[in-house]
Each structure stands twice: as structure tokens, then as C-alpha cells.
């Protein structure tokens, strides 16, 4: 191992960074739909306001990762901490405010929306950083599985955040307390990051790829766990090998995100329940949403060893199925089950989508189709989830059959057209 080790505190450290960023995220966006309606702010401005956290992310997210080997990847941990904690704060306050009826509701949007920004500005420095340090510090077999526990965080916090939430609803602050319980949970991470994880100088030019914002549903959006400091292959977006896997993850990506933006209010509205009661359903849902996706990226791929374009073709066929009895389901056992039942397929379809364009490429591009991939990944979360709520307001089956629609034709388009290209040696 040429003296490479991470030792278990520092590892522990690093995985509650991650954590509780996908908790308290994922958390937020369980809780906004009842935060919305309590507030009468329309379903479509609390589905912007996520949008536009989204295109932040998306656009400070490659920065950090360059300055990751520059500035010292403990410095960055704590510069996406301070993001989260203070984002938390900002949007925590502001809506305990609103919900006082302190501020009118157009204020609270917007002051919302401006603590989301700081949380997409600031909050993606921490990934990378977290990867770097782990990829400097590792090499072989053990880099590969400690990248895989670290990814792992997301997934299990997308869990996690949901069924807290509802535990941390208390007067006076009401749904705005569980983001001050978690703007409180990150400071203690960003405590023991100070006293406990040292300094570091970088010596490895181990580079930490970009990640997506978490999301709800167990989506990680496009985390490529990649850690050499190669520069990126001149891979071009229209190269035969990957251009089709491209459009693949782009359009079942929508599909994904739009199912993602409108299930909270399904469970408002097809129950009919006080909104205080409704989270607890609202968190029932997207528990059993994270925990299906999770069941097929850690049981049942390894298991049943599928290639890519059959992970694709199987996830866009349980998807769809999904996304109708989501739609059509009337009680919370029918809306759990198709939940479930979706977020099943997409937990097939992403890991899919990103093996086979990994596959189509040769060992120097894999950089490249890296940042290609969560590019694709990203893109899908900042539009999809507002045109998901603009259908939802038309008609409230009408994104679940849109979204299955285009899920199938995706199916029917894999199945009779699409042969990728032969993986790369």
C-alpha cells in the first residue's frame, strides 16, 4: 500500500460531511411541499426555488473542484459546511418567520430562494474536497472501496433526512424546526472537523469529481468517483460511442426529477390530510422511494449482473410501471408501493445510463465522460422539477403519465434501436 491509510476517525469524519449535507437537504425538500401550502405560496415557486439552488451548484460546483488540490482539501470541507449551516439558518428563520406571520409570503420566497443560493454556491465545495482527501490517502482496492462507502453517504442520507424531519417538528418553530436541528447537527460536524481531521498540504494531485446536489428519492446526482490528476481527454459531446448514452441519462433523468418534484404534493392532496399530519406520509414515501433505489444499487445489480443497456432497458420498464400506479393510487399503500416501485427502476436505469457511457470509452476519457455524465445528471434537476408542477397543476396524474410515457418510449427505443458501441479495453 506504499503507506497509504485512512484511519477510521478521519474516514468517520469525512462520512458525516456527506451525511448530513444529503440529510438536511433531502430533509428541506420533504418538508417544502407542507411548508408551501401552510405558507400559500404556489407548488410551482417552491419547485423553482430548488430549481435555482440546482443551476447554482451546477455552475460554482467545477470550481471547487479544481481549487480541491490548491487551497487544501480541509479548508473546502469547511467552506461547504459553513455554506450548509448558514443556508439552513437563512431558510429555517425565514420560514419560521413566514409561518408566524411575520413576513408576507413573496418575501419569504425570496429570501428563501437567496438561502438556497448560498447552499448551492458554497455547500458543493464539500465533496470534492471529501473525495480528494480520500483518493490522496488511498490507492488500489482500498481507494476504490472507501469512495464507494463515501458515495454510499448520499444514498443513506436521502433515508435518513425524511424519517428525522417529522421527529424535529416541534413549537414554537413548527416545519421550519427540523432545518435549525440540522443547521445545529452541521455544526457539530463542522466542530469535529476542526479539532479532530488535520490540516493538509496537498501532495497528491488526487482530484475530486464534481457531485451532484442530493436529492431526494436516494438520486445522487452524478457523483464520478474518479481520483488521478490526468487532465480531461478532448472527448467531444457528440462522439458516437457516448452521444446516445448521453441522451439516454437526459431523458429519463426529467423523467426522474419531474416524479421527484411533484410526489410530495400528490401525498398532500390524494389524502387529504392535516398538513402536520401529512409529513409524516410525505416522509413515509420518500423513505421507501430511497430505500428501493438503494435495494438496487447495492443488492440486486451486483447480484444479477445485468449490462448497461439492460439495466437501462429493465429500469425504464419498472419506472414506467411505477410512475402509473403512482399517479393513478388513491391511499397511501398504493402511492407508497408505486413510489417504490419507480424509484426501483431509476435506481437501475442511473447506474445504467453511467456504467455504459464509462464502458464506450477508453481508459484515458474516463475523466472526461465523468464530468460528462454528471453534467447530464445535474442538467435534469433544474428545469424538470418545475415543468413537473406545472403539469401537476393542469391535471395531478398528468406528470406521472407523462413521465411513464416517456419512460416507455425510452424502453421501446432501447429495446428495437439502440446497440452500444463495444466497451473499450
Known amino acids: 500500500?506504499?503507506?497509504?491509510?485512512?484511519?477510521?476517525?478521519?474516514?468517520?469524519?469525512?462520512?458525516?460531511?456527506?451525511?448530513?449535507?444529503?440529510?438536511?437537504?433531502?430533509?428541506?425538500?420533504?418538508?417544502?411541499?407542507?411548508?408551501?401550502?401552510?405558507?400559500?405560496?404556489?407548488?410551482?415557486?417552491?419547485?423553482?426555488?430548488?430549481?435555482?439552488?440546482?443551476?447554482?451548484?451546477?455552475?460554482?460546483?467545477?470550481?471547487?473542484?479544481?481549487?480541491?488540490?490548491?487551497?487544501?482539501?480541509?479548508?473546502?470541507?469547511?467552506?461547504?459546511?459553513?455554506?450548509?449551516?448558514?443556508?439552513?439558518?437563512?431558510?429555517?428563520?425565514?420560514?419560521?418567520?413566514?409561518?408566524?406571520?411575520?413576513?408576507?409570503?413573496?418575501?419569504?420566497?425570496?429570501?428563501?430562494?437567496?438561502?438556497?443560493?448560498?447552499?448551492?454556491?458554497?455547500?458543493?465545495?464539500?465533496?470534492?474536497?471529501?473525495?480528494?482527501?480520500?483518493?490522496?490517502?488511498?490507492?488500489?482496492?482500498?481507494?476504490?472501496?472507501?469512495?464507494?462507502?463515501?458515495?454510499?453517504?448520499?444514498?443513506?442520507?436521502?433515508?435518513?433526512?425524511?424519517?428525522?424531519?417529522?421527529?424535529?417538528?416541534?413549537?414554537?418553530?413548527?416545519?421550519?424546526?427540523?432545518?435549525?436541528?440540522?443547521?445545529?447537527?452541521?455544526?457539530?460536524?463542522?466542530?469535529?472537523?476542526?479539532?479532530?481531521?488535520?490540516?493538509?498540504?496537498?501532495?497528491?494531485?488526487?482530484?475530486?469529481?464534481i457531485v451532484g446536489e442530493p436529492s431526494i428519492g436516494g438520486a445522487n446526482n452524478g457523483a464520478s468517483l474518479i481520483g488521478d490528476d490526468r487532465p480531461p481527454a478532448p472527448l467531444r459531446w457528440r462522439d458516437p460511442r457516448v452521444f446516445a448514452w448521453h441522451m439516454i441519462g437526459a431523458i429519463g433523468g426529467h423523467g426522474h426529477a419531474a416524479l421527484l418534484g411533484v410526489i410530495g404534493f400528490l401525498v398532500i392532496d390524494r389524502l387529504a390530510l392535516p398538513l402536520d399530519d401529512a409529513q409524516q406520509s410525505i416522509a413515509l414515501v420518500l423513505m421507501a422511494g430511497a430505500g428501493a433505489t438503494l435495494l438496487a444499487q447495492w443488492g440486486l445489480i451486483p447480484r444479477l449482473a445485468l449490462d448497461p443497456r439492460a439495466l437501462v432497458l429493465w429500469g425504464s420498464l419498472l419506472s414506467a410501471a411505477g410512475a402509473v400506479v403512482t399517479g393513478l393510487a388513491d391511499g397511501i399503500y398504493g402511492i407508497t408501493t408505486g413510489f417504490a416501485l419507480a424509484s426501483l427502476g431509476f435506481g437501475f436505469f442511473r447506474p445504467g445510463f453511467t456504467s455504459g457511457a464509462s464502458l464506450a470509452v477508453a481508459p484515458d476519457e474516463q475523466n472526461a465522460v465523468a464530468g460528462m455524465v454528471t453534467s447530464v445528471n445535474g442538467v435534469a434537476f433544474i428545469a424538470a422539477p418545475a415543468l413537473g408542477v406545472g403539469l401537476y397543476g393542469l391535471s395531478m396524474p398528468l406528470p406521472f403519465l407523462v413521465t411513464a410515457a416517456l419512460m416507455l418510449g425510452l424502453a421501446l427505443w432501447v429495446s428495437l434501436r439502440f446497440r452500444p458501441s463495444t466497451p473499450a479495453a
Open 1 to 209: 500500500m506504499s503507506g497509504y491509510s485512512l484511519p477510521k476517525e478521519r474516514f468517520a469524519l469525512l462520512f458525516a460531511i456527506m451525511l448530513v449535507a444529503a440529510s438536511g437537504n433531502t430533509a428541506m425538500q420533504s418538508l417544502m411541499p407542507s411548508i408551501g401550502r401552510e405558507l400559500g405560496i404556489p407548488d410551482l415557486w417552491v419547485a423553482i426555488a430548488f430549481s435555482l439552488s440546482a443551476v447554482v451548484w451546477v455552475l460554482t460546483a467545477p470550481h471547487w473542484a479544481r481549487m480541491s488540490d490548491r487551497r487544501g482539501r480541509r479548508a473546502l470541507m469547511r467552506l461547504g459546511l459553513y455554506g450548509f449551516i448558514v443556508s439552513m439558518l437563512i431558510c429555517g428563520a425565514v420560514l419560521a418567520a413566514g409561518l408566524a406571520g411575520l413576513l408576507a409570503p413573496m418575501t419569504v420566497f425570496i429570501i428563501f430562494v437567496l438561502g438556497r443560493a448560498v447552499y448551492g454556491g458554497w455547500g458543493s465545495a464539500s465533496p470534492p474536497a471529501v473525495q480528494a482527501y480520500v483518493a490522496a490517502r488511498t490507492e488500489g482496492e482500498q481507494r476504490t472501496n472507501a469512495l464507494s462507502a463515501i458515495a454510499s453517504s448520499f444514498g443513506l442520507g436521502t433515508i435518513i433526512g425524511p424519517a428525522l424531519a417529522p421527529l424535529f417538528i416541534v413549537e414554537p418553530l413548527g416545519l421550519s424546526g427540523p432545518l435549525i436541528v440540522f443547521a445545529l447537527i452541521g455544526a457539530a460536524v463542522l466542530a469535529a472537523v476542526i479539532t479532530r481531521l488535520p490540516d493538509d498540504t496537498p501532495k497528491s494531485a488526487a482530484r475530486g469529481q
